[in-house]
């Protein structure tokens, strides 16, 4: 008998298969008992008729629990009504294993209960759902870059310094050398690398010490950071709005199902086609006073201010120029007017804030040695990044998109926590393995 994922369906209509997986839901009127299958690939309604079947099998079917791991066999029927468009005409059942008493039930959990029991309620269908389109963007990012001519290039995960200011620096002993820090963003090596390779990106975790308990902020997180040698601020900026459009209308045709299946509003994401508006800084802050909000000039503009900027669009906007003070150091200054930073943020609607920040990069030797100095970095930590000011600088810039930010805001979730497998916060390091007491260590839980 052949055997089969739920997706495969459609080719084997009219033939006798088996399929794998764990039982999902199950009821009963009668003579028929049904059968919800997930295989991780779909969900099938298996139909148990019992004149069809022997006394054991059917009574089987009533004694699993919900999450039991099954094996069933039967006849492949498009059935229009069914969620996918097919049904079992079941006949065998083989329990693998019996589960009871599964802690995740089709009633309503507290979060904290969700969290708790992460490595379970992966298997519900909504984390189904944003795990499939978290694993597309990821591939669309991958597409996007290297059908333009970007070359992969994996930056160090332990690094000496700081790229995104000291305060966010998870330390590491490291043997005699002293201490390590995990990196904050793949940035500066990305900056050796688009001068060895003209355009690169990185792409992969990136770590930062926050205190932040928002809903945007993780411990761990995702970043795909590109960087373009001979670009401006201009060209990064079409760089950015082309590669997010590029995500989401793949998401939209790619994803549909699952985009279903998390009740998102679509048409707000239809909206996000190019070009984005391009909002200067002080065009930000008269907007905010214009709704009464008290800010100041020179101040970052985060959280709630974002979001009332962003509301007067109807898709993501690129905020540019911020005041030079509240910037990186390794940000170029506009040469005609250096209070400010040739720096963008993509700021996405509906409230979600920004999820793209980048710049053009200092490029001349002695500002970039003014700027070390300025925010108080140790200059020998980063000769080697001011060789690449000494040998053959060119203007070049580059972006870095948070992954988790971007699924959040495509699948229209309240907070980051679902974005990742497996999030990492300032408040929460359980259900896995736990550090610091009881448990398996890091590597001991899932
Ligand atoms: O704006 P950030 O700090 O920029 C950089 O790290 C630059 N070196 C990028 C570059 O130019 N190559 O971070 C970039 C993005 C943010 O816009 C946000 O989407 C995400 O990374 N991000 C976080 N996501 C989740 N949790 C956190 N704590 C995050 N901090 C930043
Ligand atoms: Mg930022």
Known sequence: MQKIRISDLGNFVGQEVTLQGWLFNKRSSGKIKFIILRDGSGYLQCVYFKGNLTEEVFDKADKIGQESSIEVTGKVKAEPRAPGGFELDATGLTVISDAHDYPITPKDHGIEFLLDNRHLWLRSSKQVAIMKIRHRIVKAIRDFFDERGFTLMDPPILTPSACEGTSTLFETPYFDLGNAYLTQSGQLYAEAGA????????????????????????????????????????????????????????????????????ERDITKLQNVKRPFPRVHYDEAVE????????????DDITGAD??????????PIMVHHYPAEIK????????????????????????????IGGSQREDNLDFLLERIKEHNLPQSAFEWYLDLRRFGSVPHSGFGLGLERTVSWICGLDHLREAIPFPRMIYRNTPWGGWGGGGGGVGGGP
């Open 328 to 355: 990186a150091f390794y940000m170029k200054r506009d040469p005609n007017a250096p209070k400010y930073a040739l720096a963008v943020d993509v700021l996405a609607p509906e409230g979600y804030g920004e999820i």
């Open 306 to 315: 974002e979001t009332i900027v962003s509301a007067q669009y109807d898709r």
């Open 195 to 262: 001068m060895a390779l003209g355009k690169v990106y990185t792409f992969g975790p990136t770590f930062r010490a926050e205190k932040s308990k928002t809903r945007r902020h993780l411990t761990e997180f995702w970043m795909v950071e590109p960087e373009v040698a001979f670009n401006d601020l201009n060209d990064n900026m079409d760089l950015a709005e082309e590669f997010l459009e590029y995500i989401v209308q793949t998401i939209l045709t790619e994803r549909a199902d699952e985009l279903k299946v998390l």
């Open 287 to 298: 907007i905010l006073k214009k709704n009464g909000i008290d800010f100041k000039w020179g």
